[in-house]
Nanobody, 120 residues
Framework: QVQLVESGGGLVQTGGSLSLSCAAS????????MGWFRQAPGKEREVVAT????????YYLDSVKGRFTISGDNAKNTVYLQMNSLKPEDTAVYYC?????????????WGRGTQVTVSS
């Protein structure tokens, strides 16, 4: 099992920045990709960004393109999400998750989340 722990959330003003970290432990060698998801109260969970461990191919939610950057350091088994120019609509609990393999889209290993709050 892959265990994930998010950190770096907090309260920030509109236009500010935060950097989230996701430390992975356990059987990380077989992980195909990592992703950042978020869920705001009353809203569905949505994927924010994903990255493959091999090649570092990244995907971003349209609304965060140009503002967020996902990166990974496989030597440290850590995935980051740099968030700039934050907006109130970015307020949510942010989760990191692991996609076990390239043959199934499902992310099956999840962290407990970290709260990001952007004030108006």
């Amino acid at each position: 099992q892959v265990q994930l722990v998010e950190s770096g959330g907090g309260l920030v003003q509109t236009g500010g920045s935060l950097s989230l970290s996701c430390a992975a432990s356990g059987r990380t060698f077989s992980t195909y990709a990592m992703g950042w998801f978020r869920q705001a109260p009353g809203k569905e969970r949505e994927v924010v960004a994903t990255i493959t461990w091999r090649g570092g191919n990244a995907y971003y939610l349209d609304s965060v393109k140009g503002r967020f950057t996902i990166s990974g350091d496989n030597a440290k088994n850590t995935v980051y999400l740099q968030m700039n120019s934050l907006k109130p609509e970015d307020t949510a609990v942010y989760y990191c998750a692991a996609r076990p393999n390239q043959y199934q889209i499902a992310y099956t290993n999840w962290g407990r989340g970290t709260q990001v709050t952007v004030s108006s």
